[in-house]
């Protein structure tokens, strides 16, 4: 019976942390949610996979995580010295414990499931998420600062990674999305059933046609078949490679010719070194 009292006070204790105060817990996790739902929004509102509710819930269980590691770590250490104090109370060492492995999980751990918010296309041409996983394991180690009490840390973390999310995406869209438009010239045959055939290359792989020019018509050009040259202006996504587009298209058997037209930089300067510009037809 009494071993019995002794066993439920001892359990009965270990429901409360001894070392971290409830109100610093709360506090904890509630900045943990905070923190999720700030870096959530952002991906949220620009429809990726991983939007509020995965990041809060990642970032509130790294600083479970956290605070868990710095309980564990006091226990530890008190545990130790109370049990070497007793075996020899004239010692006077050190004990040495690793408590940096629940951590090492959590960032490990991660990885899965910023794994799951990669996608690769069929023909391996576009790769999207890839932004979305890093902001994942992002938060899961913001959410581990938070647990173990790093809070100011964890506060310039949060608003570095919203501004970079933010205000990176916005210079982008704005500056380096033009070095993603380029041109293509291509003379085809059968025109319309090849115009239509380039819409529906260019819609699934997120091409942007942004603009369209009918450059004119080549008669007989094989065997007393009409040919017709066009123009796209297109805008390719990110992690694409234009010349996988500008082969995938070669292999269209109604498209005799595909190139990229020049720019207008490469004009001017052909026309300095005396280089003609093929005629447009």
């Known amino acids: 019976m009494p071993r019995r009292s002794m066993f439920f006070n001892a359990r009965q204790s270990d429901m409360f942390p001894e070392n971290i105060p409830i109100s610093w817990i709360a506090i904890r996790i509630g900045a943990a949610l905070l923190a999720g739902i700030i870096i959530g929004f952002e991906r949220e509102m620009t429809h990726h996979p991983a939007g509020i509710k995965t990041h809060t819930l990642v970032c509130i269980g790294a600083a479970l995580a956290g605070i868990i590691t710095c309980e564990m770590a006091h226990d530890v250490a008190q545990s130790a010295d109370y049990m070497i104090k007793a075996a020899d ?98 003379i085809v045959t059968k025109k319309r059933e090849t115009m239509q055939a380039i819409e529906e290359y260019c819609a699934p792989r997120r091409i942007k046609i942004k603009n369209f020019e009918y ?58 070194n005396g280089e003609q510009t093929p005629p447009e037809n």
């Not at 995938?248 to 010719?257: K, M, R, S, V, Y």
């Open 89 to 186: 109370p004239n010692f006077f060492g050190r004990v040495n414990f690793d408590i940096s492995r629940i951590a090492a999980g959590v960032v490990t751990g991660i990885g899965f499931i910023g794994a799951g918010a990669i996608v690769k296309s069929k023909d391996g041409t576009i790769v999207t998420g890839i932004t979305t996983a890093a902001t994942l394991w992002v938060t899961a180690n913001i959410g581990l600062a938070i647990g173990m009490g790093y809070l100011w840390v964890s506060l310039i973390a949060v608003f570095v990674v919203f501004i970079s999310n933010v205000a990176i995406k916005y210079l982008e869209n704005n500056y380096l999305a033009k070095s993603k438009v380029r041109t293509i010239d291509v």
């Open 215 to 272: 450059l004119g018509k080549i008669e007989d050009l094989v065997d007393g078949e009409d040919a017709y040259n066009l123009r796209y202006t297109v805008k390719t996504p990110s992690g694409m490679s234009f010349m996988i587009v500008l082969q995938d298209l070669a292999n269209n058997e109604n498209i005799l010719q595909v190139m990229e037209a020049p720019t207008v930089k490469e004009k001017k300067k052909n026309d300095k």
